[in-house]
């Protein structure tokens, strides 16, 4: 069974920048295509960036399109999330999990909150 460890988020300032990290435990994660999740309060969990098991293909969504990047190290089973040019409609709190996402597998989250 796969399980998550979120870390990195905290408070910035419009247009500044944070690292997410993400550990994950169990042997099978570099098979797994990857998610980054956010959830503001009030609002839905939403995908906000993918990258596919092998690191060759991501995507992301409109929202952060060209801002955020998502990356992966499967030797470290762990996956990245570079975030730039914050904005407070990004604040939420963010996790990672696969996709489709593995119910069981929901970590604590990391959060993340842009205000000046």
């Known amino acids: 069974q796969v399980q998550f460890v979120e870390s990195g988020g905290g408070l910035v300032q419009p247009g500044g920048s944070l690292r997410l990290s993400c550990a994950a435990s169990?042997?099978?994660?570099?098979?797994?295509?990857m998610a980054w999740y956010r959830q503001a309060p009030g609002n839905q969990r939403e995908l906000v960036a993918r990258?596919?098991?092998?690191?060759?293909?991501?995507d992301y969504a409109e929202s952060v399109k060209g801002r955020f990047t998502i990356s992966r190290d499967n030797g470290k089973k762990t996956v990245y999330l570079q975030m730039n040019s914050l904005k407070p409609e990004d604040t939420a709190v963010y996790y990672c999990?696969?996709?489709?996402?593995?119910?069981?597998?929901w970590g604590q989250g990391t959060q993340v909150t842009v205000s000046s």
């Open positions: 169990g042997r099978l994660f570099s098979i797994y295509t």
């Open positions: 999990n696969t996709d489709p996402a593995n119910r069981g597998a």
């Open positions: 990258i596919t098991s092998g690191g060759g293909s991501t």
